[in-house]
């Protein structure tokens, strides 16, 4: 199995950064990708950025060239660099990892808040 652990939300005025960070272990040998979503109040959960093993990334239409999906395999870590943040990015993140035939590995945790306001 594969174990996630999610940090880095909190509160950030608009227009302010923050950066998410996933770390996996255990069975991270199935990993074929590993991917941040989001679900905001009241809406469904929704694809935010997804890195594969081979570095290829995909982004929401909402976040492009304001956020940054990368991986360090060293520590087995993926981050989100988020810049640029709107009122309508607040939702809790999750970290999610995919196998080859891009199934999640993982139940979904309890992700970590983010919140843009002033």
């Known amino acids: 199995q594969v174990q996630l652990v999610e940090s880095g939300g909190g509160l950030v005025q608009p227009g302010g950064s923050l950066r998410l960070s996933c770390a996996a272990s255990g069975s991270i040998f199935g990993i074929n990708a590993m991917g941040w979503y989001r679900q905001a109040p009241g809406k469904e959960r929704e694809l935010v950025a997804r890195?594969?093993?081979?570095?290829?990334?995909t982004y929401a239409d909402s976040v492009k060239v304001r956020f940054t999906i990368s991986r360090d395999n060293a520590k087995n870590t993926v981050y989100l660099q988020m810049n640029s943040l709107k009122p309508e990015d607040t939702a809790v993140y999750y970290c999610?990892?995919?196998?080859?035939?891009?199934?999640?590995?993982?139940?979904w945790g309890q992700g970590t808040q983010v919140t843009v306001s002033s």
């Open positions: 890195i594969t093993n081979s570095g290829s990334t």
């Open positions: 999610n990892a995919l196998n080859s035939h891009m199934y999640f590995l993982c139940a």
